[in-house]
């Protein structure tokens, strides 16, 4: 067991016309489980295919441990793989495809039985030896390819393609359980791929976001939540999507959403700390090639600009707060300290165990953009109001070309009062 | 759901009608004609008796019926034996993706699309020991080959001339099976370090089963009532040795104009080959179930 590492790691199906993976630079601890979540077609199947040896990379450089193995073929990567669907030997017998990869390595008989009885003890699968793998449920055959991959000692890391798809719902949440269990038990390296954030947030230490074939950020699933790193996070994460709204920074640092002045910027230098970062910022720096460098645009520009201008440029930036973080206020005095804003309430969504207050920002550029704040259950904002919304000043954060430059904290004269 | 009134008759019948008439004209009517035929012993249309089953008795008796039913069957067992494998491997060995892929399929296919006396008359040529490129090159080998003389040259023509006729059936279905394998099938046998052979025969084979089926079936039927082919090169011969049931049928029927007997043949002819093909189908079906 060991750890991971992607050295600048890019993939393109097609000679270097367009890139299914643009270079990513980092590491995968071991004992950690990592959830790779992004849409369909975002390059995780792509990035797990690499790690595994399926594909080999277009450029880059992958080690595990201090091993290259970027040329190394699949089957001595000691990788466990599962597939989107259970992919079986279906005429074989459970104990017989657990034994496959034993046998095509020509173990003794006796050493192939004693691994193939410590698996299905660690799966639960001791009954269902001499069973046919297809007259198995769906979730037992998912297990049974899992435990393929695990009959090998020293597996490198488990690595899952979306394993859950053809789980019905009602058997999800007790397979993903299995598979935490499997994963604590056996400590190894697991990655997860998902499009799910529920399924991400719940199962993994880390998450590593995944969009257009870049990584945007990894943090764990706080972090993502409270201080997404891209826009693309703050949309993918959270249900409702966070608020992003068109703002502007002006010469003096403050911060006007449509003429409104909501508070001023404070640049995040200490935010290229953090673990997206890191990997955009590498992305510039690798980025020398032209093919690639072209396609990495934004993300790495605004990153490379953020760590060396100290104030944040006056310019056209994007207001990003979560809907939880937004606060109808009942008239009256406006707290200090408190970054604020007015819109029309448009509409009030009962949802059960809380509502959303669906409202349009009020005049200016921002005209018609919308706010939506998630509140405790009984709202009293009446549709066709105008209100001021009270933001929590430590979770306004401002992104421009989609990353995070900065943070708007309340103006020196007590928030954003006309 | 609101309930729609609707009427209550039998105009459905009206819709299924195109069917049993074109069944009728196509299938059932011809077959009762046979049947009729078996029954009876004709001398003219006017003239017919009534014998029961005598011919049914007289030609399960009969020493050359039976002389053939064992050849074609023999012939059969031989076609499955090549064909099958040499199809499936034919298959596998295909490109799978790129400007190769077309190619190989139209080269494949192309057999299938001549005509069966055409294919007869090729191979009755070519075979041919004096003008015919295959029979030539054998004889500079220094195989005394003859087809038209030789019993065993004669089987071996017709046989080499089917596999090269039909093989390419059991290539595209082959194929076409193989293709339907999703990647992730071949990428786990990669991570599990299978051999070419086990990914065949552990991935591969068993995904085959529903078309090779198929193709067991539709070479069976077809090489147990092969006639064009054979009549063309042999006519039968030498002697017996490529007169198969369908040739000894179409010279009762047609050259003798025996009706009576050549419609009970018929009839067990059609049984047979009913028979053999569900024994084939419940086997193949059911095993590995």
Same mark, same amino acid.
């Given at each position: 067991?060991?750890?991971?590492?992607?050295?600048?790691?890019?993939?393109?199906?097609?000679?270097?016309?367009?890139?299914?993976?643009?270079?990513?630079?980092?590491?995968?601890?071991?004992?950690?489980?990592?959830?790779?979540?992004?849409?369909?077609?975002?390059?995780?199947?792509?990035?797990?295919?690499?790690?595994?040896?399926?594909?080999?990379?277009?450029?880059?450089?992958?080690?595990?441990?201090?091993?290259?193995?970027?040329?190394?073929?699949?089957?001595?990567?000691?990788?466990?793989?599962?597939?989107?669907?259970?992919?079986?030997?279906?005429?074989?017998?459970?104990?017989?495809?657990?034994?496959?990869?034993?046998?095509?390595?020509?173990?003794?008989?006796?050493?192939?039985?004693?691994?193939?009885?410590?698996?299905?003890?660690?799966?639960?699968?001791?009954?269902?030896?001499?069973?046919?793998?297809?007259?198995?449920?769906?979730?037992?055959?998912?297990?049974?390819?899992?435990?393929?991959?695990?009959?090998?000692?020293?597996?490198?890391?488990?690595?899952?393609?979306?394993?859950?798809?053809?789980?019905?719902?009602?058997?999800?949440?007790?397979?993903?359980?299995?598979?935490?269990?499997?994963?604590?038990?056996?400590?190894?390296?697991?990655?997860?791929?998902?499009?799910?954030?529920?399924?991400?947030?719940?199962?993994?230490?880390?998450?590593?976001?995944?969009?257009?074939?870049?990584?945007?950020?990894?943090?764990?699933?706080?972090?993502?939540?409270?201080?997404?790193?891209?826009?693309?996070?703050?949309?993918?994460?959270?249900?409702?999507?966070?608020?992003?709204?068109?703002?502007?920074?002006?010469?003096?640092?403050?911060?006007?959403?449509?003429?409104?002045?909501?508070?001023?910027?404070?640049?995040?230098?200490?935010?290229?700390?953090?673990?997206?970062?890191?990997?955009?910022?590498?992305?510039?720096?690798?980025?020398?090639?032209?093919?690639?460098?072209?396609?990495?645009?934004?993300?790495?520009?605004?990153?490379?600009?953020?760590?060396?201008?100290?104030?944040?440029?006056?310019?056209?930036?994007?207001?990003?707060?979560?809907?939880?973080?937004?606060?109808?206020?009942?008239?009256?005095?406006?707290?200090?300290?408190?970054?604020?804003?007015?819109?029309?309430?448009?509409?009030?969504?009962?949802?059960?165990?809380?509502?959303?207050?669906?409202?349009?920002?009020?005049?200016?550029?921002?005209?018609?953009?919308?706010?939506?704040?998630?509140?405790?259950?009984?709202?009293?904002?009446?549709?066709?109001?105008?209100?001021?919304?009270?933001?929590?000043?430590?979770?306004?954060?401002?992104?421009?070309?989609?990353?995070?430059?900065?943070?708007?904290?309340?103006?020196?004269?007590?928030?954003?009062?006309? | 759901?609101?309930?729609?009134?609707?009427?209550?008759?039998?105009?459905?019948?009206?819709?299924?009608?195109?069917?049993?008439?074109?069944?009728?004209?196509?299938?059932?009517?011809?077959?009762?004609?046979?049947?009729?035929?078996?029954?009876?012993? @004709?001398?003219?249309?006017?003239?017919?008796?009534? $014998?029961?089953?005598?011919?049914?008795?007289?030609?399960?008796?009969?020493?050359?019926?039976?002389?053939?039913?064992?050849?074609?069957?023999?012939?059969?067992?031989?076609?499955?034996?090549?064909?099958?494998?040499?199809?499936?491997?034919?298959?596998?060995?295909?490109?799978?993706?790129?400007?190769?892929?077309?190619?190989?399929?139209?080269?494949?296919?192309?057999?299938?699309?001549?005509?069966?006396?055409? $294919?007869?008359?090729?191979?009755? @040529?070519?075979?041919?020991?004096?003008?015919?490129?295959?029979?030539?090159?054998?004889?500079?080998?220094?195989?005394?080959?003859?087809?038209?003389?030789?019993?065993?040259?004669?089987?071996?023509?017709?046989?080499?001339?089917? $596999?090269?006729?039909?093989?390419?059936? $059991?290539?595209?279905?082959?194929?076409?099976?193989?293709?339907?394998?999703?990647?992730?099938?071949?990428?786990?046998?990669?991570?599990?370090?299978?051999?070419?052979?086990?990914?065949?025969?552990?991935?591969?084979?068993?995904?085959?089963?529903?078309?090779?089926?198929?193709?067991?079936?539709?070479?069976?039927?077809?090489?147990?009532? @092969?006639?064009?082919?054979?009549?063309?090169?042999?006519?039968?011969?030498?002697?017996?040795?490529?007169?198969?049931?369908?040739?000894?049928?179409?010279?009762?029927?047609?050259?003798?104009?025996?009706?009576?007997?050549?419609?009970?043949?018929?009839?067990?002819?059609?049984?047979?080959?009913?028979?053999?093909?569900?024994?084939?189908?419940?086997?193949?079906?059911?095993?590995?179930?």
């Amino acid at each position: 067991m060991a750890e991971i590492r992607l050295e600048g790691v890019a993939h393109s199906y097609d000679g270097g016309s367009t890139w299914a993976l643009r270079p990513i630079t980092m590491t995968w601890e071991s004992r950690r489980a990592y959830a790779l979540l992004g849409p369909s077609g975002c390059g995780k199947t792509t990035l797990l295919n690499i790690i595994s040896g399926l594909l080999t990379p277009t450029q880059g450089r992958i080690w595990f441990g201090d091993r290259e193995v970027t040329h190394v073929p699949t089957h001595e990567r000691n990788i466990a793989q599962v597939f989107q669907f259970p992919v079986l030997y279906d005429g074989m017998s459970v104990y017989d495809n657990l034994a496959f990869p034993l046998r095509n390595r020509r173990w003794p008989k006796a050493e192939v039985d004693a691994r193939v009885h410590a698996v299905s003890r660690l799966l639960g699968l001791e009954d269902q030896l001499r069973r046919r793998s297809r007259s198995l449920d769906a979730g037992r055959q998912q297990i049974v390819s899992l435990g393929r991959g695990l009959v090998r000692s020293d597996v490198a890391a488990v690595l899952l393609d979306e394993p859950l798809t053809v789980i019905d719902p009602g058997l999800k949440w007790a397979m993903r359980s299995k598979l935490k269990e499997i994963h604590r038990d056996t400590g190894h390296t697991l990655i997860y791929v998902t499009h799910d954030q529920t399924e991400a947030l719940t199962f993994a230490d880390e998450v590593v976001v995944l969009a257009d074939g870049e990584v945007v950020q990894t943090g764990e699933p706080t972090e993502l939540f409270l201080e997404p790193a891209h826009e693309f996070v703050g949309h993918f994460i959270g249900s409702p999507g966070m608020n992003v709204l068109p703002a502007e920074v002006g010469d003096g640092g403050a911060v006007t959403v449509g003429g409104d002045t909501v508070g001023r910027a404070v640049p995040y230098p200490d935010d290229a700390a953090t673990g997206a970062d890191a990997a955009t910022g590498d992305d510039a720096a690798t980025g020398d090639d032209g093919a690639v460098a072209g396609h990495g645009d934004g993300a790495g520009d605004g990153t490379g600009g953020d760590r060396t201008v100290a104030g944040l440029a006056p310019g056209p930036v994007h207001v990003g707060v979560r809907p939880e973080f937004v606060t109808p206020l009942d008239g009256g005095g406006v707290p200090a300290g408190v970054p604020t804003l007015t819109a029309r309430v448009r509409a009030v969504r009962r949802m059960g165990a809380y509502d959303l207050v669906d409202a349009v920002l009020a005049g200016g550029a921002a005209d018609g953009s919308r706010l939506v704040a998630k509140v405790g259950a009984g709202s009293t904002a009446e549709p066709g109001s105008e209100r001021r919304f009270a933001l929590d000043p430590g979770r306004v954060y401002l992104f421009r070309d989609a990353v995070r430059v900065g943070r708007v904290v309340a103006s020196a004269n007590g928030g954003g009062a006309p | 759901m609101s309930e729609v009134a609707k009427p209550k008759n039998n105009r459905a019948w009206f819709l299924v009608l195109p069917v049993v008439v074109s069944v009728a004209f196509t299938a059932v009517i011809p077959l009762m004609t046979v049947v009729n035929f078996s029954v009876q012993d @004709i001398f003219s249309p006017d003239d017919r008796v009534w $014998v029961g089953l005598e011919w049914y008795r007289t030609i399960s008796r009969d020493p050359e019926v039976r002389a053939a039913f064992v050849r074609t069957l023999l012939f059969s067992a031989q076609v499955l034996l090549v064909e099958i494998p040499l199809g499936v491997a034919i298959a596998v060995a295909m490109p799978k993706r790129g400007i190769g892929v077309p190619f190989a399929l139209v080269v494949v296919a192309l057999p299938l699309l001549i005509p069966w006396n055409v $294919v007869g008359t090729i191979w009755q @040529i070519f075979a041919r020991g004096d003008i015919g490129l295959g029979g030539w090159v054998l004889r500079r080998l220094g195989v005394d080959f003859n087809y038209a003389l030789d019993s065993t040259d004669a089987w071996v023509t017709v046989l080499v001339m089917d $596999v090269w006729h039909w093989t390419p059936l $059991v290539v595209l279905l082959a194929y076409a099976g193989l293709r339907s394998i999703p990647d992730a099938y071949y990428q786990a046998a990669r991570i599990d370090g299978a051999s070419a052979w086990s990914t065949f025969r552990f991935i591969q084979l068993p995904r085959l089963r529903g078309v090779l089926t198929i193709a067991i079936l539709l070479r069976f039927m077809d090489s147990f009532m @092969i006639y064009t082919e054979p009549f063309v090169v042999t006519g039968g011969g030498p002697g017996n040795a490529t007169s198969f049931l369908s040739i000894l049928l179409s010279k009762i029927a047609v050259g003798q104009f025996d009706l009576g007997p050549a419609g009970a043949f018929s009839l067990m002819y059609f049984l047979v080959i009913q028979v053999v093909c569900f024994v084939f189908f419940t086997v193949l079906t059911r095993t590995g179930r």
